[in-house]
Structures are given as structure tokens and as C-alpha cells.
Nanobody, 122 residues
Framework: QVQLVESGGGLVQAGGSLRLSCATS????????MGWYRQAPGKQRELVAA???????NYADAVKGRFTISRDNAKNTVYLQMNSLKPEDTAVYYC????????????????WGQGTQVTVSS
């Protein structure tokens, strides 16, 4: 099995910053892409940012210019630097890893972290 361990969430004031991290552990996992999703109360889970193993990135329009996703492929770890936070960013943030277990290369799979709460007060 693959485990995603998230950290860095918390409570911040509007305009503040947080840095989320997510590390993959457990079974050997070859990553196609990693990303951050978020889900606010009463809303569907949505993509915030994603990065491929080659370094290509994409962002939701709502966070462009404020959030930066990065990765350390050697550690299978992804980071999300969140600056200029707004109350609208309040949500549970989930780390996602998409790829292959090396013992089951025929099967592309997704794994999710447990989620970390980000609350931005006004």
C-alpha cells in the first residue's frame, strides 16, 4: 500500500501564508503526477494545483499568482506554498498521487492523503 502524509495546515489570517507538504511512503510508487485538491463545506472537491514528474504545473484560476506547487521527485514529496491567503481558500486540502505500484505496472492508481484543514480568517 501507499501512504500519503500531509502536514502544514492551520489557521491563518487573510494575507498570510502557509506551506503544505505531502510525502509518499509505503510501497514503491512511480509517480506520474502529484497534486493538491481542496474541498470546502458543501462543495465538490476541486483541483488546486498539480505537477508532473517532469515538472509541468497547472493551477486553478483562483490561486494563480498566489500558490506555488513544487516537488522533490527523489522523495516523492510535493509542496504547496500558499501566499496572500483569502477566506475563500478555507477548505480541507488533500494530497493526491497518481502513478503505478512497481509491482503492478499495468494498473495506474490514485492515492489520497487524509486531508489537512486550512482556515483563513478575515
Amino acid at each position: 500500500q501507499v501512504q500519503l502524509v500531509e502536514s502544514g495546515g492551520g489557521l491563518v489570517q487573510a494575507g498570510g501564508s502557509l506551506r503544505l507538504s505531502c510525502a509518499t511512503s509505503g510501497s514503491i510508487f512511480s509517480i506520474n503526477a502529484m497534486g493538491w485538491y481542496r474541498q470546502a463545506p458543501g462543495k465538490q472537491r476541486e483541483l488546486v494545483a498539480a505537477i508532473t514528474s517532469g515538472g509541468s504545473t497547472n493551477y486553478a484560476d483562483a490561486v494563480k499568482g498566489r500558490f506555488t506547487i513544487s516537488r522533490d521527485n527523489a522523495k516523492n514529496t510535493v509542496y504547496l506554498q500558499m501566499n496572500s491567503l483569502k477566506p475563500e481558500d478555507t477548505a480541507v486540502y488533500y494530497c493526491n498521487a497518481n502513478g503505478w505500484l512497481l509491482e503492478r505496472l499495468w494498473e495506474q492508481v490514485d492515492y489520497w492523503g487524509q486531508g489537512t484543514q486550512v482556515t483563513v480568517s478575515s
